[in-house]
T-cell receptor, first 115, second 115 residues
């Protein structure tokens, strides 16, 4: 079946602009995660959704970052007033529950470049 | 706080060799551990998920072991092929994440298999 999809695959934006990144999880996966991969920091957790609620937002680096999920499916990660340090690959993953018994499946990522 | 170390950071071997990738983690109170591979410019592909109750998990030429008490996991690749060239990442969940499943990643082992 279809895997996790993300759009856009690449995004170049000017410093100070807002960007939206989209994730379509595998159908039926109620758990959804956002991670960020950058050269200096490796792979870092950002936020976890269970259904439409986000019980763990502990990885969001600042209040410029927010995310939502609607209909228990699509999720959008929004970065306001982008900074150069936001440049990274943003990865989305989804999983069945209980999460302790299931793998996380990752999308191809969105490469964000802030100029 | 869960911390993950992978050794070696890089490995170059001739085709056909059997090899072992090592992963150590600081918090042994995990319920599973996942191994991934990442090809350059791509997302993560799940290879194996080992539950805490298991000691080994096999998929084709891959065998992963888990020793929770010592905080170690190994990924064994048999009869390596050039197509195995990629970065391999191990990811246990973070401490106290039984309700979130957020993964903590090591820096990975970059493998090159020469024809």
């Amino acid at each position: 079946g279809a895997g996790v999809s993300q759009s856009p695959s690449n995004k170049v934006t000017e410093k100070g602009k807002d960007v939206e990144l989209r994730c379509d999880p595998i159908s039926g996966h109620t758990a959804l995660y956002w991670y960020r991969q950058s050269l200096g920091q490796g792979l870092e957790f950002l936020i976890y959704f269970q259904g439409n609620s986000a019980p763990d937002k502990s990885g969001l680096p600042s209040d410029r970052f927010s995310a939502e999920r609607t209909g228990g499916s699509v999720s959008t990660l929004t970065i306001q007033r982008t900074q150069q340090e936001d440049s990274a690959v943003y990865l989305c993953a989804s999983s069945l529950e209980p999460i302790s018994a299931h793998e996380q499946y990752f999308g191809p990522g969105t490469r964000l470049t802030v100029t | 706080k869960q911390e993950v170390t992978q050794i070696p950071a890089a490995l170059s071997v001739p085709e056909g060799e059997n090899l072992v990738l090592n992963c150590s983690f600081t918090d042994s109170a995990i319920y599973n551990l996942q191994w991934f591979r990442q090809d350059p410019g791509k997302g993560l592909t799940s290879l194996l998920l080992i539950q805490s109750s298991q000691r080994e998990q096999t998929s084709g030429r891959l065998n992963a072991s888990l020793d929770k008490s010592s905080g170690r996991s190994t990924l064994y690749i048999a009869a390596s092929q050039p197509g195995d060239s990629a970065t391999y990442l191990c990811a246990p969940p973070s401490r106290g994440s039984s309700n979130t499943g957020k993964l903590i990643f090591g820096q990975g082992t970059t493998l090159q298999v020469k024809p």
